[in-house]
Structure formats: C-alpha cells, structure tokens
C-alpha cells in the first residue's frame, strides 16, 4: 500500500510539472540548506568581527597616544585575553537566556498538548489554512503529523523552533571566544611586527583587509553574496580605529 501511495503521488507531480516527464526521474535530487550553521555561524563572525576590530582599535588608540611599542603589545594581549572571555561568558549567558525561553515555551506547549488536544489540533489546521493549504488537507496533514509528533509539529510551526536552528549555550560560547582570539591575534601579530614609526598605519590597513577577506569569508560560508557584507564590516571597523586613534592622539599629547 506504502508503494502504491508513493507512485500516485509521483504521477500527481508529473501531472503539474509536464516538464519533469523529460527530466531526470532516475537521478537522486538532492539539496543542501545552510541554515543548520546559524547556531555558531553567527557566535563565530561576530567573535572573529569583535577581536579584530576591539583589538586593532586598542592598538591603534595606544598607539597614537605615542607610548611605547611594549605598551602597545602589553595592551593588545590584554584585550585579546579579556575580550575572548567577556565573549565566552556573553554569548553563553545571552544563548543560555535564549534556550531557557525555549524551553519554556516547549513545556507550556507540551502542557497545552496533554490538557486540550482538540483546540491545539484546530489551531495547527488554522495555522495550514492560513499558508495557503486547503482546509481539508490541512486538518488530514494536522491529524498526521499529530499522530506521529504533536510537539514536534507545534514546535515548528506555532513556535518557529527547529533542532537546526536551536539555542546551543556551550557551542556559542566556544565558536566565539576561540574566533574573538583569532581574529584579535591578526592585529597583535601586526603591532609586533611592524616598526614603530607606522606601526599604526600597518595595523589598521592589515586589520581592514582581514575584515574585508572576513565578510567575504562569512559570506561564502552562509551562502550569501559577499560585496554588502564586505562593505559593511570594513566600514564599522574603520570607524572604530579612526574614533579610537583620535582619542589616543588627543589624550596622549594632552597627557
């Protein structure tokens, strides 16, 4: 029965798509969705976008302040090390909220489940009808995937919460400190390299590059274009090194 089911079913599609009678009916199709790298995609670009720039705008306020090139790697170091734990406690602390909602609302959920069935059955069939479903095949699927997982299904489409999209405290925390240390490294690597005469200069425009190659970079990975992200992350960067040297250069030749 299973078998004959599938085989209406596929004849029911070649009938609305004519065209798919000529295509590859043999050949597996299959898809592949980035939205199950949000949960640390997010936590790892703005770890990474954080340690560069909080970074690289120390060392270039310090830097203006015209103080000492061992000044300006003890300040840089001491930012990577305080920044990649104030992100690992942030992000954990903020998911952690995020996750406790969650759970909150899956157990009043769970809770509405077991009291009144039949109104959250109509209220996932409504949900259908509003999609665009016909009424009778909303309350046949509601009744299915009831059946077969009723949190699971009010989950998704009452609570918009999906295992791809879930709150995940530990793994925000560890993508965002371990990309905020990394990212804060490229500068601090930059300030120790460079000669002290432009020592602010080379650690600003190696710190813009590397933003830019890091949109690009998260672009790529979240299947996005890359030019908006570029644009937008060496924009904010070279904002904030700007602001931050001028204030050093201010402070340091008042000082």
Known sequence: ??????????????????????????????EIHLVRRIGWLRAAVLGANDGIISTASLVAGVA??????????????????????????????????????????????????????AAELEELTQIYIARGVAPDVARQVSIQLTAKDALGAHAREELG???????????????????????AAIPLALAALAPPTVLGFVVAAGSLVSLACLGALGAWIGGAEA?????????W??????????IGALVGHRI
Request: net charge negative; charged share 15%.
């Open 64 to 117: 203006a302040a015209s103080t000492g090139p061992n000044d300006v790697l003890i300040a840089g170091a001491a930012g990577l090390l305080a920044g990649a734990m104030s992100m690992a406690a942030g992000e954990y602390v903020s998911v952690s909220s995020q996750a406790d909602t969650e759970s909150a609302d899956l157990a009043r959920e769970t809770q509405e489940l077991a009291l009144q069935p």
């Open 1 to 30: 029965m299973r078998q004959q089911r599938i085989l209406r079913a596929q004849h029911a599609s070649m009938a609305f798509f004519p065209a798919a009678k000529e295509a590859d009916m043999r050949t597996s199709h299959s």
């Open 237 to 246: 960067g070279a904002f904030a090194m700007g602001a931050t040297a001028a």
């Open 161 to 183: 919460l999906t295992e791809q999209i879930a709150a995940n405290p530990i793994q925000a925390a560890i993508a965002s400190a371990s990309t905020f240390a990394a990212g």
């Open 227 to 235: 030019l908006k992200p570029v644009l937008r992350v060496t924009f």
